[in-house]
């Protein structure tokens, strides 16, 4: 028998025997205070309490003593739960209130049958460190929305709230030494709407938004009582724009700027002269006396070397320092904060790039553009929090592009999220220590409201939890997803937005004898597949789904999950265009970055183009790295057109291919070259590239298309390595 309990407990015994649940719910007058008011306010709407002595209680607390060695867990607790009394045991009121937590799911589940099972449960976390982040600088969400948002995470035993405060398109904090940082710096003419290839603004001003200190206060004193720590963020040296805008003279030219309208990353950061060490040490002084966390995040996150490398006074400091170059520059810097910091009584965190020229002292990292942060900090014996992309960015897509709101990119499914173990493969017990725990990032550039956070987070979060608890099995996620759907009853009565995406079909291209076929799957009934080849929408009379569906020509496929003759998901739909490289066997010198990487190399050839404005799975990402693919025909094949597709969207340091190659062989050792392109070419075709190569008959071809390389000056980003994203190479 499994409980519907998220995150799973590590350890539980079902015995003979129920709790009943009583109209009133006697607690021992001696519990602790403030957790016990949170289960009083949580199961008020189904349960009315009163205190009593401990002999007549139904709910009891036994503290545990610690030993003199320290090893106990502070986050452990055990319930017992008899036919008459429930008892809950641990060594701190941290764990006391994790312990409600699971109480109060049991109660949620159990209360209409009004039995809980007798049982033992005996639990503590694997990780340290269990986070969600929430970026209110791209939009703003109120002390209330963000109180609900803490809420969220002390449901499902979270411990850690990382808030992002400061961004080039706004600063979010009040700092009374800096007035002009909140009355300047909090608002921006205009904002980015739609797809980010589509340039769009919406011409409305935003702001002044941002958090008095006061209000700080009361959501840091919010969560504390809820037993999880505020994480600030404090942007460095990049991302400064909205500083910028109040405080120009911190920049290394003259400006004037303003809060950036556009998402993305852009050239002006703060500079690295001595002014910017006493403005950001008075701000962090500030920030010190409003959150008492062990740890300041500092951001440290794609900072472009463009005006350090024309600032003189940057060049003198990197000459007068011995520095290498301006990412030795760049670890100078946080060298300095993390000294300052430390002298505090703090520490600092801060993104992967912090690890650019040299890690600071005493610095732990959070590794987000993918594991290797976490690797060589934990090598280096420096704690690092995994968040990478591919598993962790909350902001990805959720379901099929098609079906889902406008975001970021990539494609990041409950499933996905489930699957991921925070300790790398490569680190050793020993260094596995260094791995504080795991963390999910929601950044909010297509996220304008409170209800949108919701459905981006929920069930994500669920899988988050129990990753971080140390209870997933990716093996029997079918199981954890059950255990999801049963929590949903629960967030409906809250009122809360969650996505409901695993209801909706889900799909996958598989190679066959032919070709490829489409596999549809639900987390229902999959009898209650209907589906469609003639692009109209299916009802409960079209083809019900049996098997993967044979893909022999191009067509337009939908389909929809139906129950009790009743629409019940999205209708999905998927465009086919078949030619002779789809389905065929396709190998990849280099492999795309992991967060774009679905479907691996197979997605080149799978029929399916690549919608533009939609970087989820259906693209191939690849940071700095050329494409080079050869595929096999299985047979000498003819055909005289090959075509692929690429993309420019510089604001996300996405730039077209610098050139192309096409290649043929019938040995797979010998190739020779058939068709060569340039950028021009490519730039005058918009990246979808359609190449007449003659009358060719051969059993390989091979299509090399080059990256752009190192950014150039004067684009976002700029010295930082390009992104190629690649979509299906195909041949007529």
């Given amino acids: 028998m499994k409980l519907n309990l998220i995150p799973y407990p590590q350890k539980i015994e079902i015995d003979k025997g129920e709790f009943m649940i009583p109209d009133i719910l006697m607690l021992d007058k001696s519990l602790p205070k403030s957790e016990t008011e949170y289960l009083k306010k949580q199961l008020s709407s189904n349960l009315k309490f009163q205190d009593v002595s401990k002999g007549k209680a139904q709910l009891v607390y036994l503290p545990l003593t610690k030993s003199n060695d320290g090893k106990q867990n502070e986050e452990f607790y055990s319930i017992e739960i008899t036919s008459k009394q429930i008892q809950i045991k641990s060594y701190t009121q941290q764990g006391y209130f994790l312990a409600l937590q699971t109480l109060i799911q049991l109660f949620q589940e159990h209360q209409k049958d009004k039995k809980i099972p007798c049982l033992k449960i005996e639990d503590q976390p694997k990780f340290a460190w269990r986070g969600m982040h929430l970026d209110v600088c791209r939009h703003f969400f109120t002390v209330e929305e963000v109180k609900q948002y803490i809420d969220y995470l002390a449901m499902y035993k979270l411990n850690t709230f990382h808030w992002h405060l400061t961004d080039d ?126 740890y300041i995040h500092i951001g440290g996150d794609e900072c472009p070397k463009t005006r350090w490398k024309e600032c003189a006074s940057c060049q003198e400091l990197i000459k007068k320092n011995n520095l290498k170059d301006e990412h030795g520059l760049q670890s100078y810097f946080i060298h300095r904060i993390e000294k300052y910091v430390n002298s505090k009584g703090r520490k600092i965190i801060g993104w992967d790039e912090i690890l650019e020229g040299g890690l600071a002292p005493n610095a732990a990292v959070m590794s987000w553009t993918g594991v290797n942060g976490g690797i060589e900090a934990a090598k280096s014996k420096h704690f690092a929090v995994m968040t990478p992309g591919s598993y962790c960015y909350f902001d990805h897509y959720q379901g099929d592009p098609q079906t889902e709101p406008n975001a970021f990119g990539g494609f990041t499914p409950l499933d996905k999220v489930y699957s991921y173990n925070p300790i790398p493969a490569e680190l050793n017990e020993e260094q596995s220590k260094y791995i504080l725990g795991v963390q999910a990032n929601l950044w909010t550039e297509y996220i304008t409201d409170f209800k949108q956070v919701q459905y981006m987070i929920f069930p994500r979060l669920m899988a988050l939890s129990e990753v971080g608890w140390g209870t997933s099995d990716p093996k029997n996620y079918k199981e954890f997803e059950n255990r999801v759907i049963s929590q949903f009853k629960v967030l409906d009565k809250m009122g809360v937005n969650y996505a409901k995406s695993i209801y909706n079909i889900s799909n996958k291209v598989i190679p066959n004898n032919n070709g490829v076929s489409y596999e549809l799957s639900t987390s229902q009934n999959p009898e209650g597949i209907r589906y469609t080849l003639d692009g109209s929408d299916p009802d409960i009379n079209a083809s019900k789904y049996t098997g993967a569906i044979p893909i022999p020509k191009s067509l337009t496929i939908k389909s929809a999950y139906f129950e009790d003759g009743h629409l019940k998901s999205a209708v999905s739909s998927q465009q086919f ?62 055909f005289s057109e090959v075509y692929f597709n690429t993309l420019e969207n510089k604001g996300s340091w996405i730039h077209f291919a610098k050139s192309a190659q096409i290649f043929v062989s019938d040995d797979n050792k010998n190739f020779k070259l058939i068709k060569e392109i340039n950028n021009n070419d490519i730039l005058n075709a918009n990246g979808k590239i359609r190449l007449k190569v003659g009358n060719q008959n051969s059993k390989y071809i091979k299509v090399k298309i080059e990256n752009a390389g190192i950014i150039p000056a004067g684009n976002p980003g700029a010295d930082s390595k390009a992104w190629l994203f690649v979509d299906e190479i195909g041949a007529d």
């Fill in 169 to 294: 398109q706004g600063w979010r904090i009040e700092i009374k030494k800096y007035p002009k940082l909140t009355e300047i710096g909090s608002k921006r003419k205009e904002s980015m709407i739609g797809a980010y290839v589509d340039n769009t603004f919406d011409g409305k001003p935003y702001g002044p938004y941002f958090y008095t200190q006061e209000q700080i206060k009361e959501v840091v004193k919010y969560a504390g009582q809820r037993h999880i720590t505020v994480v600030p963020e404090i942007e460095m040296p990049g991302h400064a724009l909205a500083a910028l805008s109040a405080y120009p003279e911190l920049a290394c030219t003259k400006g004037p700027f303003e809060a950036a309208t556009k998402w993305g990353v852009f050239d002006d950061v703060f500079c690295p002269k001595e002014e910017i060490f006493t403005f950001l040490e008075n701000v962090l002084d500030e920030v010190i006396q409003l959150f008492p966390s062990q």
């Fill in 577 to 638: 265009i078949i030619s002779r490289t789809t389905g065929k066997n396709i190998i990849l010198e280099q492999q795309p970055s992991e967060n774009y990487s679905f479907g691996g190399a197979f997605t080149l050839v799978d029929g399916i183009i690549g919608n533009q404005k939609q970087l989820g799975k259906t693209w191939l990402g690849f940071q700095g790295k050329d494409v080079a693919a050869v595929i096999d025909f299985g047979q000498k094949t003819a």
